[in-house]
């Protein structure tokens, strides 16, 4: 069952700052998403949740309804932009959970706010893209995101053009992997009149980002973070390839030398449908059972 849901606006540098808001009793999550998506990537394990968590999850600077917020844009800005998150809902410390880019943001936060985290759920994130020395951070994410980063640049007709685009993804394929919460994931995402409609994501947002991922430090950044950690991966990656986002290498690396930080693979999923399909049940199970264990006021 839905879960109902409000928006709320608060100040951040530059203008004002759009938060999708889930009320509830139980310990407060603050839920970050990827570097093309919005607070809409979260419903499907919201709804699944058991707990009736609080949860807070905003659109990133340059994404969703705050696709029109001026930059600096980068790490820094959104370390600041979550932290008067926090302050306006008036929460001491919550249990970080990120998606993707999400997953770095949220262990940037943890380490610039140390005392306001509990713990972090790093969701397909988090640890160090391996990158040939020749590339640049743009050849690096348009190779990664391939469609997701394309579609930025194009134009549909109408909405239901834009849910065919999303439809034929190679990470849609899968039963069920298209469904009433990815629809209105595309529609929340789209702007503009027919026949010029567009994503709202900001191109400069993103390509900030990007070039933060591919930062020296961010191959050490797990290891500089004390707070328990829980990885979740998915076994294929973001066009559905065999290969996973995540080094499967790197992730036994860093989880035999961090007694901080567990790791559990979420089967039979992608980058994607981790989050919005298949993997939404354990990906909710996984994150409240860690939470009870590990992440106690």
């Known amino acids: 069952m839905a879960r109902e849901k409000h928006f709320e606006r608060l100040p951040v540098a530059g203008g004002d700052y759009t938060v999708g808001h889930w009320p509830g009793a139980a310990a407060p999550l603050l839920a970050i998403h990827g570097i093309t998506a919005s607070h809409l990537?979260?419903?499907?394990?919201?709804?699944?949740?058991?707990?009736?968590?609080?949860?807070?999850?905003?659109?990133?600077?340059?994404?969703?309804?705050?696709?029109?917020?001026?930059?600096?844009?980068?790490?820094?800005?959104?370390?600041?932009?979550?932290?008067?998150?926090?302050?306006?809902?008036?929460?001491?410390?919550?249990?970080?959970?990120?998606?993707?880019?999400?997953?770095?943001?949220?262990?940037?936060?943890?380490?610039?706010?140390?005392?306001?985290?509990?713990?972090?759920?790093?969701?397909?994130?988090?640890?160090?893209?391996?990158?040939?020395?020749?590339?640049?951070?743009?050849?690096?994410?348009?190779?990664?995101?391939?469609?997701?980063?394309?579609?930025?640049?194009?134009r549909f007709a109408d909405r239901a053009a834009y849910h065919q685009f999303w439809q034929a993804h190679p990470a849609f394929q899968d039963p069920g992997a298209w469904n009433a919460e990815m629809a209105a994931y595309a529609d929340y995402d789209l702007i503009g009149t027919p026949p010029a409609m567009r994503s709202r994501v900001n191109a400069e947002a993103v390509s900030a980002d990007a070039h933060a991922l591919m930062a020296p430090t961010l191959s050490t950044l797990i290891e500089r973070v004390t707070q328990p950690m829980l990885l979740l991966t998915a076994p294929r990656g973001l066009l559905n390839q065999a290969q996973?986002?995540?080094?499967?290498?790197?992730?036994?690396?860093?989880?035999?030398?961090?007694?901080?930080?567990?790791?559990?693979?979420?089967?039979?999923?992608?980058?994607?449908?981790?989050?919005?399909?298949?993997?939404?049940?354990?990906?909710?199970?996984?994150?409240?059972?860690?939470?009870?264990?590990?992440?106690a006021p």
């Open 244 to 295: 996973p986002l995540m080094p499967a290498t790197a992730v036994a690396e860093k989880c035999a030398r961090l007694p901080q930080l567990e790791h559990r693979i979420i089967a039979d999923t992608n980058h994607y449908s981790i989050v919005t399909g298949s993997g939404r049940t354990a990906v909710a199970s996984a994150l409240e059972e860690f939470i009870a264990r590990r992440c």
């Open 41 to 154: 990537a979260w419903p499907s394990i919201i709804d699944n949740l058991v707990a009736p968590h609080r949860v807070i999850a905003p659109d990133l600077r340059g994404r969703g309804a705050n696709h029109e917020l001026p930059g600096p844009y980068g790490f820094a800005t959104h370390v600041a932009d979550l932290r008067a998150t926090l302050d306006h809902f008036g929460l001491a410390s919550v249990v970080l959970v990120g998606h993707s880019l999400g997953a770095y943001l949220a262990l940037e936060f943890a380490l610039a706010c140390p005392g306001r985290v509990r713990g972090l759920v790093l969701v397909d994130g988090g640890i160090a893209l391996p990158r040939r020395a020749e590339q640049t951070p743009e050849q690096m994410i348009k190779t990664v995101l391939g469609p997701a980063l394309a579609r930025l640049d194009m």
